[in-house]
């Protein structure tokens, strides 16, 4: 299984069954869904999963200025149709 670095770059990202992980600087997106079976494939995927999610919860907390929320992306500015 591929790992990434949380909050390392805006490029990296990994899957786990049907979930997308994508790293990015100021967030981290997941989308996608993944059942987790109760077999050994499911609990290795669990696994995987739980690896993941404790590094993000580890480099979070190590953050000594984390920010109460980050502000939303800028809404990008309308321009005029010009085949309308």
């Not at 670095?5 to 990994?14: G, H």
């Not at 502000?71 to 085949?83: C, K, L, M, Q, S």
């Given at each position: 299984m591929a790992t990434l670095?949380?909050?390392?770059?805006?490029?990296?990202?990994?899957g786990i069954g049907g979930l997308t992980i994508?790293?990015?600087?100021d967030k981290i997106?997941?989308?996608g869904n993944?059942?987790?079976t109760r077999d050994k494939a499911g609990l290795q995927q669990?696994?995987?999963l739980k690896v993941l999610v404790?590094?993000?919860v580890s480099t979070l907390e190590a953050e000594k200025n984390l920010p109460d929320q980050i502000?939303?992306?800028?809404?990008?500015?309308?321009?005029?149709?010009?085949?309308a």
């Open positions: 670095k949380p909050f390392a770059d805006d490029s990296a990202s990994v994508e790293n990015g600087t997106a997941l989308y993944t059942d987790l669990a696994r995987a404790d590094q993000i502000a939303p992306p800028d809404t990008p500015d309308e321009i005029a149709n010009p085949f």
